[in-house]
């Protein structure tokens, strides 16, 4: 395919189109007329050697290629507008603009706050969005990182894209503080034999691998999609959980459980901002990594055990 001979206003049209599945409907949003959404629609549908939308009844539905198309347009469109939205220069304190950023709730409490009250200081006009990390981030990462500015990821689960380092943790345990059988600490007979609460998503991966080299298999009792609600749910059980060690010192003095240190020798965090190489030389993204750097190098150092 030569891209050069291609219109790309038809990827404009064709995410319309997809979406409506109604001609008049698209050329409305995007301000074409319905004759010239038709002439759109015959040549995409001459491009792509399918009908893209047919009739069923009184309404038009999506061909399987439209389908597999759908989501495919949206993130070449978000790719484009990033694209294109580019600027040589960003004055943060005079620039508008939404910056998305990736991130579990350990990542936004423990940094995305500090970065949003620096943003407020420094950018007035800057607005950032946080949004959950969902499971599939390591399956198909390059589509997450083309439709956002950033994703706040620990190092050991993603590769192949450019990062930002920008603070250091360690994984430790929390228990409940009257826990009935732990008062010397924790031992790996205790990992094997005590029930666990788990964070279900993937990203502790390399947490979780190093407990199978060492022969552990965690007997999952409960698992949650939030780093938060770990400590809420050892509280008062004998149930323990791996949580980091950053935010750990942010739950624990309110919710009734403590720390332990792991038995063995913790595969340390290096948390790092990931961003798709589209943005690399936009001067706005540059801006957003490098205050990123520094706030993370303002966080309060970990003091070992």
């Keep these: ?54 009739r069923v009844g009184g309404r038009y539905e999506l061909t399987a290629l439209g389908q597999v198309l759908l989501d495919r347009t949206s993130t070449a469109y978000d790719v484009l507008e990033r694209l294109f939205s580019s600027r040589a220069d960003f004055d943060p304190a005079r620039e508008t603009r939404e ?39 390591a399956d198909d990462t390059a589509t997450l990182l083309s439709a956002v500015d950033g994703l706040l990821m620990p190092h050991g689960v993603i590769s192949g894209f450019p990062a930002t380092d920008l603070y250091d943790d360690r994984w430790v345990f929390v228990l409940a503080d009257d826990h009935p059988s732990l008062t010397d600490g924790l031992t790996r007979q205790d990992l094997a034999d005590l029930p666990w609460v788990t964070y279900q998503r993937t990203y502790d991966a390399p947490a979780v691998h190093q407990l199978g080299m060492l022969g552990v298999e965690p007997r999952v009792e409960v698992s949650v999609d939030s780093f938060h609600l770990l400590p809420l749910l050892v509280a008062g059980t004998r149930r323990i959980a791996m949580v980091q060690a950053r935010l750990a010192r942010l739950l624990t003095p309110s919710a009734g459980v403590r720390v332990a240190q792991p038995p063995y020798e913790a595969v340390p965090l290096q948390e790092a901002l990931w961003w798709h190489p589209v943005h690399t030389h936009d001067a706005g993204h540059a801006w957003l990594r490098e205050t990123a750097a520094r706030v993370g190098a303002t966080l309060p150092r970990l003091h070992a055990g």
């Design 1 to 54: 395919m030569n891209l050069a001979r291609l219109d790309l206003n038809l990827v404009v049209a064709l995410r319309a189109l997809l979406e409506e599945r109604n001609v008049t409907r698209a050329g409305q949003r995007v301000g074409l007329s319905q004759p010239a959404m038709s002439a759109a629609l015959s040549r995409l549908r001459r491009h792509f050697g399918d009908d893209l939308l047919t």
């Design 99 to 137: 910056f998305t950023l990736v991130a579990s709730d350990y990542a936004v409490s423990v940094f995305g706050a500090e970065l949003a009250r620096v943003v407020h200081r420094e950018a007035p006009g800057i607005r950032l969005r946080f949004v959950q990390t969902p499971p599939t981030v």
